[in-house]
């Protein structure tokens, strides 16, 4: 029985995760001269959101700087006229030709993917290049390739794939931002070949190139039964979406290497927001990084009370007939 107690005590592995403190790394890392560096270099730089962040930051952790006149410099420069007529010339852009790095442009980019418009440019950009002899983007072609498949999917289950969709197109931003790491690339490239086969799609489409062919190659090469371990990626980096925007999480991929660090990203993003790219730049990747807690449940407590006993009770047995 003793045996077995402490075997139920090693077999516990019941931890949750905590971040580190936050507010004491920048405290002793980040100085008011830190902040006002980077909050003045986005204002001179016009990226006025990216300030906001910075001083959403110094506010949020207590640091001592002169607010009202960086936000009556932001509110001089960032005027709603300029804002509107830039964030319409970016939307468009990045609906158009599918690369951006602004906000409003890859926003533009991930609704041309919605109207699958995005998509059948893309993979038909990639096929151009194929055609040529050129080097093939085999991510960018899995992704739009998907893209089209999931597109026809999520109408037919009424939205349910929509946060999937969505994950695979700014998966596809990040990657022809050059955002995704050698290695992130590489475990997405081995999913992405088994779910979409480009041989196939070649053949299909070398005699008819039409849209509407480029559309139905593409739903015929797409295997959605491969499509499972990049779904539980897409879906995270939805979530990442939803709690940041759109572009800080086609900035953020930048940093992720392993599913770890997009599970750890996702977690950090949940609890920190928008503040999460200004807290990965001013202190790197290891913000984002947890520390697994061992929890004290019953379930250990009693099996440590159950040890304690069953060792005094060995102990009562076995000693008597030592001296005897």
């Known amino acids: 029985m003793f045996g077995l107690s402490l075997f139920s005590v090693i077999q516990y592995w019941n931890y949750e995760e905590t971040f580190v403190d936050i507010s004491k790394q920048l405290h002793l890392n980040v100085s008011n001269k830190d902040l006002r560096r980077e909050i003045e270099t986005a204002i001179d730089a016009s990226r006025f959101d990216d300030a906001r962040m910075y001083l959403d930051i110094a506010k949020s952790y207590q640091y001592q700087l002169n607010y009202q006149h960086y936000y009556s410099e932001i509110d001089a420069k960032d005027t709603q006229l300029n804002r509107v007529s830039t964030q319409i010339s970016n ?66 289950s009424l939205g349910s794939l929509a946060p999937v969709k969505a994950g695979t197109s700014i998966l596809k931003t990040a990657t022809k931002t050059q955002k995704i790491t050698l290695r992130f690339q590489r475990y997405l490239l081995k999913h992405g070949r088994r779910m979409f086969d480009w041989a196939f799609f070649t053949r299909a489409i070398k005699n008819n190139k039409t849209l509407s062919n480029i559309r139905v190659a593409a739903k015929q090469a797409y295997h959605p039964e491969a499509m499972d371990p990049l779904k539980v990626i897409a879906k995270q980096i939805n979530n990442i979406r939803k709690s940041t925007s759109t572009a800080d999480t086609v900035h ?23 503040k999460t790219k200004g807290l990965i730049k001013l202190l790197g990747k290891g913000a984002i990084r947890t520390i697994r807690v061992l929890k004290k449940t019953a379930e250990l407590s009693f099996s440590l009370l159950f040890s304690v006993i069953s060792a005094l009770s060995s102990l009562f047995l076995l000693i008597p007939r030592y001296f005897l």
């Open 91 to 156: 939307f468009t852009s990045g609906f158009i030709e599918g690369e951006s790095t602004n906000l409003a442009g890859i926003a533009g980019s991930v609704s041309a993917d919605f109207t699958v418009v995005g998509d059948v440019r893309d993979l038909y950009h990639e096929y151009q290049k194929y055609e040529k002899g050129d080097d093939v983007n085999e991510l960018i072609v899995a992704l739009s390739g998907a893209g089209i498949g999931l597109t026809a999917m999520t109408i037919g």
């Open 252 to 274: 953020l991929l930048k940093y992720v290497e392993t599913t770890d660090d997009l599970r750890y990203l996702e977690k950090a993003t949940v609890k920190y927001g928008s």
